[in-house]
């Protein structure tokens, strides 16, 4: 391990990935912005890969998916569009902040908790190394299919008052995410015919139709910017703001450190990946923390600290099922397999073995990653934050060149833009009527994955699966949750029921 | 100052139009155009019936045909002159990551070696419909040589027994060949925890879990479990990484991945620990050599003549059938139209990466060294043949056994 | 979208915006949830398992919310997550319904000039015109954001990345023209 960790560090800090670092960090930076993402890195990283020293192109890979991860909230926060699969859970508390004119508060605290949670994902990585196969063997597919499940099932109990439409958009979020090739026999399901709708429902037309048009809309038809208060503060471009939201973030340390052992956690669950990580650690943050069920939601800057945290902690988690079992523990480690049998190396045993010095390099860029970009985001968030005063008529058609192009690009194809404005139109809808919209995207994401384990679990275990003790671990935690989730429920009904009795006494 | 604003916005959008129309990309689906002229070829020379080798040796009896006269030789194909400075496109029907995408990018790689220096690869993924969009692409590109890419199985397999894709004729699109045509070896491996032998799979009182894909990816068990055997194929696994981790943690008791290089590559303690109990081979059976490094010696049945199975002629005929069937995966084409010189080079350059030391290698890392088998274009047209030539009903059973008969087609 | 329920009269409420959108929405998950189980009867088990446990498990909310929704005559739009709800717009409608007609508008035909003339004119061209139009731009600040658009397009996508764009119906128009 020793010698590793020194051939790791010398390889790693030689000039090739640092100047790789290097070009990818702007580009980083930018592609958080972008919504819809930008400069496809991956994709020219893998065009170049059999030409690359692994030694730069697999650092350069992680470094950008860990970056890319520390600026995407940038968006969630801003525009209330999530940025990202992982960052849907920052919009509940982060949107709100900006709209207060906290949006420099709510970048700082993300930011601290982003560089936190990516060293504590790093760090669990390293500890884990030497045992990662085992751990991995003992969880099977009836432990991933129920942690698919509970990270469908917790957002829509998060929908405080609304859980009835909270759990019938989830259940709506699941039918049509059913839609296309199953995966269990290949048959084609529910496509009315259309050829499109063979490979399901893609993402980035949904996620953006359903957050970005209403969202974008709001602002046009209202005629306001984002920051409706402290205008004056967010022009002015202090870093006070900035340097508040860190210091919250470390009075609620714990919580970071909690959430971040969640994402790292589920991360290693082969193909969950940060969506339901930041979830379930939003949950429990909301069902742990004093005060929450009556906070979050309205702008409580721990309801941005969790599921950022939690974001970045799954970058080390997510790397154990790609690299020790040559199984994608998410979209972007599918490309970061590709790249190693690009670039010649054998994923598997060998990974702790002839190329461990490979794979601590790569848990150290994640902790780089963090380390070069969050202070660079720092920096410039107070001028990041401005973006929240820009007037809507200048904001609403820039933003919308950036999606479409963006969307075009997933799969060069105009069905995704046909999609996109029919998801946008429902998303208008859904937000007009108070049906929560995350639950659809969420079961848009883990919908193979929970259909898939299902039917492994119940073909492969049957009913004993209910006598493994991993699984009953799992299924207590979701009852937990769920009872957790009914109780906040019932509590926040009984306080806005007494807050409209007040109200209406007065 | 509102009639110049207008003005202005109107000349703006002009130029822009005219800008965008004159040079606004190119439709990943192009529209056919007619055939681009090929290096220019002289009258043909009737070809010559094949002569003694040097050796004295020759492939085919040689004869006294006579060769005109006036025959003139056919000049060189310039391939610098042709692919020089150009981009092939290499289409595959999968995300960026994707099985296929990987398998596109090694052999572009490869490619690279063998073609003029200034040719570029680059590959486009144009994923959906399971990959028949981007069978489309590559059945309506220009019939230039600068379009190629693999087939998904499905498709392909789907027009060999059933022939319903439009403008997919496996005559006149040009076969470039398959490197997991002909597998090396294969061999069907139980868990010692579960049983030792045949006769205790038979004991056991239930059936044998084995993972796969999806129908038709294991066509051998398939069939046994149909006719009586001991096997239940469990569906939905992602992939040969996914398999071996569930057979590993117990999930599974049954697999084919246990081959030299997959059981090897991932779980090289399985060997070691002597816990896989061979069974059968399903098409041919995996070096002597290997079997004893399982602890088994002794000659590795067929899975046809493991006692206890009873088998129907008529299965029996659809089965071998559906066996070469499943053999007609990542099969790389050309368009049709490319003018023949265009294909030879083709060929010859294809023939060179499929044997590529470097390739291999590199399929061997992404797990397809157990499936290596160069097939050419000859060899997957006598299978579709002779599948079309089945009787109907016979026919009707290969499409069932081969898991494309329920694909939704055009 | 707050509303003065005791202000309207039972058929006024059942006319309401308020309540014909939510019942638009519930008509859109039933027909899904409908069409999904009509179609699963010609699929394997595999196949069908998780899509009707799916409707089995939503119908009952489905139904809950069509009974709520009948009962009380309006929707709820406080009750939701990541949401701050919209915004008070105008006091007068006509401003709010032009800013829509605006959106929509704009919106639709950036999506169809795309169809109609491709990327390369409508992004730049939809950019420049908002931006004078609606945002009284000038339009030399105006065609900047429009060059950076069109240099990510022809040199990051194009260039680079060999990405294709669309092929603007108007040049297949021409081509088929000038093949006739």
């Known amino acids: ?187 084609v399901r529910a496509d009315l015919g259309i050829g499109y709708l063979w490979e399901g429902l893609p993402l980035v037309p949904m996620l953006l139709g359903l957050f970005a048009i209403p969202e974008l809309a709001n602002l046009v038809v209202s005629n306001t910017s984002i920051a409706t208060d402290r205008l004056d503060e967010v022009l002015a471009g202090s870093s006070g703001d900035v340097k508040k939201g860190m210091r919250a973030a470390l009075r609620h340390k714990w919580l970071i450190v909690r959430s971040s052992l969640i994402g790292a956690f589920v991360g290693m669950m082969p193909g969950l990946g940060a969506v339901p990580a930041h979830w379930i650690a939003y949950a429990q943050a909301r069902q742990t923390e004093k005060g929450a069920s009556e906070t979050f939601g309205t702008g409580d800057i721990r309801g941005v600290i969790a599921p950022e945290a ?92 950036i999606i479409v192009i963006g969307v075009f690009q997933t799969s060069q194809s105009l069905g995704d833009l046909a999609l996109f404005a029919i998801a946008g139109i429902l998303g208008l809808f859904m937000k007009a009527y108070g049906w929560p919209r995350p639950p659809i995207v969420i079961a848009i994401v883990l919908a193979e994955v929970v259909e898939k384990y299902l039917w492994l679990s119940v073909n492969t275990y049957g009913w004993t699966m209910f006598q493994r003790p991993q699984f009953i671990a799992i299924l207590v935690v979701v009852l937990i949750a769920a009872m957790i989730g009914m109780r906040v429920q019932r509590n926040a009904a009984k306080i806005q029921a007494s807050q409209a009795d007040s109200g209406s006494e007065d | ?104 990018r090694l052999v572009s790689a490869t490619a690279e070696k063998y073609f003029p220096e200034s040719t570029r690869f680059v590959v486009q993924n144009l994923p959906g419909g399971g990959q028949y969009r981007g069978l489309r692409a590559l059945l309506d590109a220009d019939p ?22 439009t403008d997919f004729d496996l005559e006149k699109i040009y076969i470039l060949g398959s490197p997991t045509f002909s597998p090396r070896g294969d061999v069907f491996c139980v868990d010692k925890k579960v049983a030792s032998s045949w006769e205790e799979v038979l004991a056991l009182g239930r059936p044998l879990l084995m993972g796969a894909a999806g129908p038709g990816n294991e066509p051998a068990v398939e069939f046994m479990a149909k006719n009586g055997g001991p096997f239940k194929l469990v569906y939905g696994y992602g992939g040969t990484s996914e398999i071996m981790a569930a057979f590993d943690r117990g999930e599974l008791d049954f697999t084919n991945r246990c081959g030299p290089s997959t059981a090897g590559r991932l779980f090289p303690e399985w060997a070691e620990e002597g816990r896989l109990v061979p069974l059968f081979y399903e098409k041919k059976p995996v070096s002597s050599d290997y079997l004893a490094t399982l602890g088994y010696t002794g000659k590795l049945p067929s899975f046809l003549d493991l006692p206890g199975l009873t088998v129907d002629p008529k299965q029996l005929e659809a089965l071998q059938a559906n066996l070469l069937v499943t053999d007609l995966s990542r099969v790389f084409i050309l368009p049709e139209g490319v003018p023949a010189d265009v294909r030879k080079y083709w060929q010859d350059q294809f023939d060179k990466i499929m044997v590529d030391e470097g390739f291999i290698e590199s399929l061997g890392i992404a797990g397809y060294t157990d499936d290596y088998g160069y097939g050419k274009s000859g060899e997957m047209l006598d299978i579709v043949r002779r599948v079309r030539d089945l009787d109907p009903s016979t026919r009707e059973l290969v499409l069932e056994m081969s898991g494309v008969g329920k694909l939704v087609v055009n | 979208m707050t509303t003065s329920d005791s202000e309207k009269t039972n058929s006024q409420k059942f006319l309401s915006v308020e309540f014909l959108g939510e019942v638009v929405l519930l008509a859109v998950v039933g027909a899904v949830f409908a069409y999904m189980l009509w179609d699963s009867q010609e699929w394997g088990t595999g196949a069908w398992l998780l899509p009707r446990i799916t409707i089995a498990f939503g119908i009952p909310f489905w139904a809950w919310r069509i009974v709520s929704l009948f009962r009380t005559r309006i929707s709820d739009p406080d009750a939701q ?55 009284g731009a000038k339009w030399y600040w105006a065609i900047l954001p429009a060059i950076f658009f069109e240099g990510i397009m022809i040199f990051i996508y194009g260039d680079i990345l060999m990405a294709e764009w669309n092929t603007p119906l108007v040049v297949e128009w021409w081509n088929a023209f000038q093949a006739n």
């Open chain 1, 1 to 187: 391990m020793w010698e590793a960790s020194v051939s790791a560090a010398q390889q790693l800090f030689s000039p090739g990935p640092l100047i790789a670092f290097a070009i990818i960090t702007p580009i980083a930076l930018f592609n958080g912005v972008m919504i819809a993402g930008g400069v496809p890195v991956f994709i020219l990283l893998l065009s170049f890969a059999s030409q690359l020293d692994p030694f730069i192109a697999l650092p350069a890979a992680v470094f950008y998916a860990a970056a890319n991860d520390a600026t995407e909230p940038i968006p969630s926060i801003l525009i209330g569009v999530p940025g990202s699969r992982g960052s849907q859970a920052t919009i509940i508390d982060g949107y709100p902040m900006a709209r207060q004119g906290r949006a420099g508060e709510a970048l700082g605290a993300v930011y601290l908790s982003s560089l936190i949670g990516g060293l504590v994902g790093a760090a669990c990585l390293m500890a884990v190394l030497p045992v990662a196969r085992e751990i991995l063997k003992v969880f099977g597919s009836a432990e991933f299919f129920l942690l698919g499940l509970l990270g469908i099932a917790t957002v829509a109990l998060l929908s405080t008052g609304a859980m009835v439409k909270g759990l019938l958009t989830a259940a709506f979020g699941l039918a049509i995410a059913l839609i296309g090739f199953s995966p269990i026999s290949g048959e």
């Open chain 1, 310 to 401: 939690s974001n970045n902690s799954v970058d080390g988690g997510v790397l154990v099922p790609t690299l020790f079992f040559s199984i994608p523990g998410s979209p972007q480690m599918a490309l970061i397999l590709a790249m190693l049998i690009l670039v010649g190396i054998q994923p598997g045993p060998p990974m702790l073995d002839q190329h461990l010095d490979l794979t601590i390099a790569l848990v150290w860029t994640i902790a780089l990653a963090n380390i070069i970009v969050v202070p660079i985001v720092l920096r410039f968030a107070p001028l990041i934050a401005r973006v929240t005063i820009i007037p809507p008529n200048v904001l609403f058609p820039l933003v919308m060149a």
């Open chain 2, 1 to 104: 100052m509102r009639v110049y604003r207008f003005i202005s916005i109107a000349m703006i959008s002009m130029v822009l139009l005219a800008f965008g129309i004159a040079c606004g990309g190119e439709d990943p689906t192009p529209t056919p155009k007619p055939a681009p002229t090929a290096t220019p070829v002289p009258a043909a020379a009737p070809t010559a019936t094949p002569v003694p080798s040097s050796s004295g040796s020759s492939s085919a009896a040689p004869t006294a045909t006579p060769v005109p006269p006036t025959a003139t030789p056919e000049p060189k194909f310039d391939a610098e002159a042709y692919f020089g400075n150009k981009t092939i496109r290499v289409i595959t029907g999968t995300s960026p990551g994707g099985g296929y995408d990987v398998f596109s």
């Open chain 2, 144 to 165: 230039d040589g600068l379009t190629t890419g693999p087939v998904h199985s499905r498709w392909f397999q789907r027009q060999a027994i059933v022939g319903d894709i």
């Open chain 3, 81 to 135: 997550i990541m949401d701050t709800g919209f915004l008070e717009a105008d006091a007068d409608n006509n401003v709010v319904a032009k800013r829509w007609i605006k959106l929509v508008g704009s919106t639709a035909g950036l999506l169809v000039g795309i169809w109609l003339f491709g990327f390369h004119v409508a992004v730049p061209g939809y950019t420049i015109l908002y931006l004078m139009v609606f945002a």
